[in-house]
């Protein structure tokens, strides 16, 4: 795995000599998190490896002793089982100034091929395009030929790029290049027709669509089979009205990930998908902190961002390459 080690630590996180290394893992991807740690350490960084207890839901906050140490950190790699990027740890190590780079349900597989061999500075130029132009929209329209027709406001959102590389404190998620933001509380409709995957919790590629229903920035309703059935018994169990939340719009921009997987960071950087995720939006802009956050991706989708095409089937429209 060192091939993916060495991408990781030097080009998407640029670890220094002397700089402080944080890597939180769990029994499931220590082998990921020793290539990680040795490589740091080649490259003469301070390098220390957290092994979490098993942590029941994705984005459950992470102990406080390992909190603290990613506050205390330079860089943060989080290669876990269950996701730690939506957390209030991940936010406050952020702003404390690390480097923070989520590696969620990595496989050794991961580390040898797909989307982690992008050339991802090539495609950040286009990452940053999209962003920029999110800040700019006023209201995004999707639809997709499985029945998908949505209508977002990001009046005062910003657009966050998530290019796959840190040049200075900020998060991204890898390999998953995505050009994301946060709906503004309260102001998305329609539906949302889910045929590519939702790869947290189990749930992993489509079998047969799930539609959620959606009324003023909340999911009312969840049908279609035996994924939607789970999902909707999941998400009730958690007693919390903002897991329901509309938290995030984003486009897929990986050409190396080429199809949905079920491995969370390859399908949410699918190129030319996009994701609704669900639940927190405190890391994207927004300001709810729920008890979890899921992504739900679709395919071939058409975006117009204030009537103008941005995707049309999958096809991205804008080039900024």
């Not at 998190?33 to 979490?52: F, I, K, N, P, S």
């Not at 395009?129 to 029945?147: D, F, I, K, M, Y």
């Not at 969840?222 to 009205?241: N, P, T, V």
């Amino acid at each position: 795995m060192k091939k993916g080690a060495k991408i990781l630590v030097g080009d998407c996180a640029g670890v220094k000599e002397g700089e402080d290394v944080l890597i939180v893992t769990d029994a499931e991807r220590l082998p990921i998190a020793q290539a990680l740690c040795d490589e740091a350490g080649d490259l003469g960084a301070r390098a220390t490896m957290a092994v979490c207890p098993p942590r029941s839901i994705d984005n459950e906050e992470p102990p406080r002793a390992v909190a603290e140490a990613m506050r205390a950190s330079d860089v943060v790699f989080l290669p876990v089982t269950h996701a730690l990027a939506h957390t209030r740890a991940t936010r406050e190590a952020v702003g404390a100034g690390a480097r923070v780079l989520s590696m969620t349900a990595f496989t050794p597989g991961q580390m040898e091929h797909g989307g982690l061999m992008a050339d991802f500075r090539a495609r950040k130029p286009l990452c940053d395009a999209l962003a920029a132009r999110l800040s700019q929209a006023r209201e995004v329209r999707v639809t997709n030929p499985a029945g998908t027709d949505l209508l977002l406001s990001l009046e005062g959102r910003a657009g966050n790029s998530h290019a796959c590389v840190l040049d200075g404190p900020g998060f991204t998620a890898v390999p998953n290049i995505e050009a994301n933001t946060s709906p503004l509380d309260g102001t998305t409709n329609g539906t949302l027709v889910v045929d590519g995957s939702i790869p947290y919790y189990g749930v992993g590629v489509i079998e047969e669509p799930v539609t959620f229903r959606i009324e003023d920035g909340f999911v009312r309703e969840i049908s279609g089979g035996r994924q939607a059935e789970f999902l909707a018994e999941l998400l009730a169990a958690q007693d919390d009205k903002w897991v329901y939340n509309v938290a995030q719009f984003a486009m897929g921009l990986n050409p190396e990930c080429k199809d949905f997987t079920g491995e969370m960071l390859n399908d949410e950087g699918v190129n030319g998908t996009i994701h609704i995720g669900i639940g927190t939006s405190a890391m994207l802009g927004g300001d709810v902190q729920a008890k979890t956050h899921f992504d739900a991706i679709i395919r071939a989708p058409s975006v117009w961002f204030d009537g103008e095409a941005i995707i049309r089937d999958g096809e991205i429209l804008l080039n900024a390459e």
